[in-house]
Antibody
Framework: EVQVVESGGGLVQPGGSLRLCCAASGFTFSTYWMHWVRQAPGKGLVWVSRINGDETTTTYAGSVKGRFTISRDNAKNTMCLQMNSLRAEDSALYYC???????????WGQGTMVTVSS | QSVVTQPPSASGTPGQRVTISCSGSSSNIGNNYVYWYQQLPGTAPKLLIYRNNQRASGVPDRFSGSKSGTSASLAISGLRFEDEADYYCEVWDVSLDGVVFGGGTKLTVL
């Protein structure tokens, strides 16, 4: 079965750090772009970051650039998002998604919740 | 405030046809493919339409997409109660160098 499963969410204080990861299975992970998309409670979808198959290209939304770092380990079929200098507005459900047509998303996980609060 | 605009809500009765619009600019919709997603309550989004008007695998032909200039639309015909969900358009924006989603449209089936 083709699937992605997120992990690593939790409660963190403003200014703190958190590392989210996404475990992929059922497909040739190294050939796909992978993305993070977030959704604050009751709000819409917001794209966060993407990484290509060989990790040579990474892109970030302006709101997280310089604070978040996306990476992947093709040997372990895993992608991660290192989040530093977290703010209250980063609180959201973070989805891992497989890239389709590079910049669309055809496989989504169930998400991992990040709450930034003191 | 997203650079791609959708109406916040839409509604229809069973059997009706409804359309959801998505308005952008030359930096996004005008020069790139548009994608549509359905998000049922409490679930992850699901790809419905890709490359403006292609249905994703398993999506009923009641769902159709179109694009003209800097606007796109999702049409749902033969509306069913199970279509009640949030719908999002999505496109690459060359000015922002990133993916942008519309704000989402909540579809209510009355």
């Amino acid at each position: 079965e083709v699937q992605v499963v997120e992990s690593g969410g939790g409660l963190v204080q403003p200014g703190g750090s958190l590392r989210l990861c996404c475990a992929a299975s059922g497909f040739t992970f190294s050939t796909y772009w992978m993305h993070w998309v977030r959704q604050a409670p009751g709000k819409g979808l917001v794209w966060v970051s993407r990484i290509n198959g060989d990790e040579t290209t990474t892109t970030y939304a302006g709101s997280v650039k310089g604070r978040f770092t996306i990476s992947r380990d093709n040997a372990k079929n895993t992608m991660c998002l290192q989040m530093n200098s977290l703010r209250a507005e980063d609180s959201a459900l973070y989805y891992c998604a497989r890239g389709f047509d590079t910049n669309a998303f055809d496989i989504w996980g169930q998400g991992t919740m990040v709450t930034v609060s003191s | 405030q997203s650079v791609v605009t959708q109406p916040p809500s839409a509604s229809g009765t069973p059997g009706q046809r409804v359309t959801i619009s998505c308005s952008g600019s030359s930096s996004n919709i005008g020069n790139n493919y548009v994608y549509w997603y359905q998000q049922l309550p409490g679930t992850a989004p699901k790809l419905l339409i890709y490359r403006n008007n292609q249905r994703a695998s398993g999506v009923p032909d009641r769902f159709s997409g179109s694009k003209s200039g800097t606007s796109a639309s999702l049409a749902i015909s033969g509306l069913r109660f199970e279509d009640e969900a949030d719908y999002y358009c999505e496109v690459w924006d060359v000015s922002l160098d990133g993916v942008v989603f519309g704000g989402g449209t909540k579809l209510t089936v009355l």
